[in-house]
């Protein structure tokens, strides 16, 4: 199995700044892609920013210019620089990986348990 433990999130003014962190460990003998998603309440979970283990990072339009993704493979951790923040922001963020375990070579989709970011105005 792979655990996905998030941190930093919390209270923050409009116009600030949150770095959330999350971090992959377990059996892991690959992941290909690392994710940032968010819910609030009484919406859809959404994707925030995807990471594949190489290539581009895709972010959501509402996010664009603000948010900044970035991943550490050797750590199997990544990140998530939110800058400039707006009260539609406030909602609690996962992490989500697609990964194979070294037990069943078999890929999976694995959820952290969230974390929570407010943005007041």
């Known amino acids: 199995q792979v655990q996905l433990v998030e941190s930093g999130g919390g209270l923050v003014q409009a116009g600030g700044s949150l770095t959330l962190s999350c971090a992959a460990s377990g059996s892991i003998f690959s992941i290909n892609v690392m994710a940032w998603y968010r819910q609030a309440p009484g919406k859809q979970r959404e994707l925030v920013a995807r990471?594949?283990?190489?290539?581009?990072?895709n972010y959501a339009e509402s996010v664009k210019g603000r948010f900044t993704s970035s991943r550490d493979n050797a750590k199997n951790t990544i990140y998530l620089q939110m800058n400039s923040l707006k009260p539609e922001d406030t909602a609690v963020y996962y992490c989500?990986?697609?990964?194979?375990?070294?037990?069943?070579?078999?890929?999976?989709?694995?959820w952290g348990q969230g974390t929570q970011v407010t943005v007041s105005s």
């Open positions: 990471m594949p283990s190489s290539g581009s990072t």
């Open positions: 989500n990986a697609v990964g194979v375990v070294t037990t069943t070579r078999i890929a999976g989709t694995y």
